[in-house]
C-alpha cells in the first residue's frame, strides 16, 4: 500500500519546521535516514531537505551572532562568540 501525500507548501513548511525542531541537538544517522524517509513519503525531494537543512544551520548561526550581540556573554555561547 502506497501512501500518498501531496507536497502542498503546507507539508513543506512543516517538515522545514521539524527540521528545526530536531537539528538544535544535533542529528545522528538515524535520524537522518528518518527526516530522508519521512520527506520522501512527504514527496519532498532530497535536495530541498538538504537545502532546508542547509538555511536551518545558516539561522543557528546568525542565532548565535546576535545573542552575541545583545549579551556579549552569555553562558550558553560558545567561547569564540563571546567578547
Given at each position: 500500500?502506497?501512501?500518498?501525500v501531496s507536497s502542498s507548501p503546507?507539508?513543506?513548511?512543516?517538515?522545514?519546521?521539524?527540521?528545526?525542531?530536531?537539528?538544535?541537538?544535533?542529528?545522528?544517522?538515524?535520524?537522518?535516514?528518518?527526516?530522508?524517509?519521512?520527506?520522501?513519503?512527504?514527496?519532498?525531494?532530497?535536495?530541498?531537505?538538504?537545502?532546508?537543512?542547509?538555511?536551518?544551520?545558516?539561522?543557528?548561526?546568525?542565532?548565535k551572532k546576535r545573542i552575541a550581540?545583545?549579551?556579549?556573554?552569555?553562558?550558553?555561547?560558545?567561547?569564540?562568540?563571546?567578547?
Open positions: 500500500m502506497k501512501l500518498i503546507h507539508l513543506i513548511a512543516i517538515a522545514c519546521t521539524a527540521l528545526c525542531r530536531t537539528t538544535q541537538d544535533g542529528l545522528d544517522e538515524k535520524e537522518m535516514e528518518m527526516i530522508f524517509c519521512i520527506a520522501e513519503i512527504m514527496e519532498v525531494s532530497k535536495e530541498r531537505v538538504q537545502a532546508m537543512m542547509e538555511l536551518v544551520a545558516e539561522e543557528e548561526e546568525l542565532k550581540a545583545c549579551i556579549p556573554n552569555h553562558p550558553c555561547l560558545a567561547p569564540e562568540y563571546k567578547n
